[in-house]
């Protein structure tokens, strides 16, 4: 009986404890959720600003302090600190005071205890940042940002003299309506105050190799000022197809270039391997005068040589190449017939061209472009030719092409680059033609310089050395330096 009196007295003590351990925590809770109605709920954010259990003065206070440090702004590898008072940039503090206080005072009611006993917090609140600044003052720093450090797309500057280049650079302009977005962005959050302005990037002109025109031009200049004197330029970038082209449609003598045509007349007509005999006597014709080109136009003709020139001209017109021919074998007393060209047919510019042998400085690059694409399986030739020509017969023309020894012009002002040429020149004209492969691109360069009387090498050498040099730096980003210039006449 007294151990179910003890029982009894023990849970009835028990129940006592419990009942005011759970009126001490109510008690304790009440007490806290008054103490808290005038506090920010925990994760309450002021704009990026964490405020949660700060009173409405403390997270005002602690918002405008960590926004007084001054922003970073980027414009590519340049940086610049932008302090908030530079543009006017605020914090609105009585506007933010009554986001807060609503916040607050919609926490206070007695119906919100049970949700704190129950540590039911609901969802953060996110209360924007409310600030002012000066748009005027905002475009006045980024103006002048932008005239500091935006810059207009630059071609290479190539200088002969100095033997430099400088290498071209894009241009860059700020977007000032993206970058003010973006300064105000940074400004009102303490988390990321760093700002990579927005830059839009002006690439260089389409143009590109006729960029270079200016400064060929002025390498010309001493030359075709003196009357009588005519220049001829052609350069290709076999990439991307752009062309310089300068008298690119005036006929000049080219009986040097026409040995490349008796080369591609002699591949069209014989599957590989080509004759020995015959591929002995092209390298003969190449290094030679008129007697070696005419051995090899009677090969090309079945023992007569001008059916052989007949045949070099009519695969030059199936080629498209109108402006080049070989009227006749060289050498020959009769005189040759008119050959009439839409070249040669100009009234305004004249460089007295041999009626036996013409061509332009346009139509000897393309000519060389011809060979070069069939050597990679395309190009005018295999569809000109069905079947009269392939990419190793293409590889084999450059092969012989390259045999010329001579290292001079063209050659001389290129650099690191593999240089296939050929030179042709009279006393009156000076020329070379080359397909050039460098490390920085491959292409075509043709130079021809006529005179109203008899050249000096020691200046055309000089001259189309130059030009070399430029288109070399052009594509190379450097300057070869400049080659002594000859004492004398290249080979034929």
Known sequence: MRRRFLNRAVLENAAVILALLVVAILLANVIAFVASRDRLPPETRLGDMDVGGLTVDEAIEATV?????????????????????AIGFQVNELVARLQLEALIAGQQGLDKLPAFVLRQTGVPARIPLPYQYSDPQLRAVLGELAARYNREARPPAL???????????????????????????????VASRTVDLPVDILPLD?????????????????FTDRPGNLAGVFIKDLRSGEELVINGDVAFSGAGWLKLALVVEA???????????????????????????????RMLGDGDAQLGADRVNAALQKLGLRNTFLAQP???????????????ARSDLKADPDPNAQSTVAEVGVLLEMIEQCRSGAGAMLLAFDGAFSAAECDDMLALIAQNAFAGLIAAGSGQGTVFHRQAWDERNHGDAALVRSPGGE??????????????????SAIIADVARLAYGFFNQEMPPAPPPLAGPPPP
Request: proline fraction near 9%; charged fraction near 20%.
């Open 443 to 460: 292409y075509v360069i043709v130079v021809m310089l006529h005179g109203q009387g008899q050249l000096d090498w020691g200046e055309t």
């Open 330 to 344: 060289p050498g020959e007393a009769v005189r040759p017939p008119s050959v009439v060209t839409p070249a040669n």
């Open 206 to 222: 389409a143009a590109g190799v006729r960029l270079l025109e200016p400064a060929v031009l002025e390498r010309l200049r001493p």
């Open 267 to 297: 591949y069209r007509a014989h599957a590989l391997p080509i004759p020995q005999a015959l591929r002995e006597k092209l390298g003969g014709a190449l290094a030679g005068g008129p007697a070696e080109i005419n051995e090899v136009l």
């Open 65 to 85: 302090a960590r926004l007084r440090e001054p922003v970073v702004l980027r414009y590519g590898d340049q940086s610049e600190l932008l302090r908030p008072e």
């Open 159 to 189: 200088d002969l003299a100095a033997g430099t280049v400088t290498p071209a650079q894009t241009g860059a302009l700020l977007n000032l309506g993206e970058a003010a977005g973006a300064v105000l962005t940074a400004m009102s959050s």
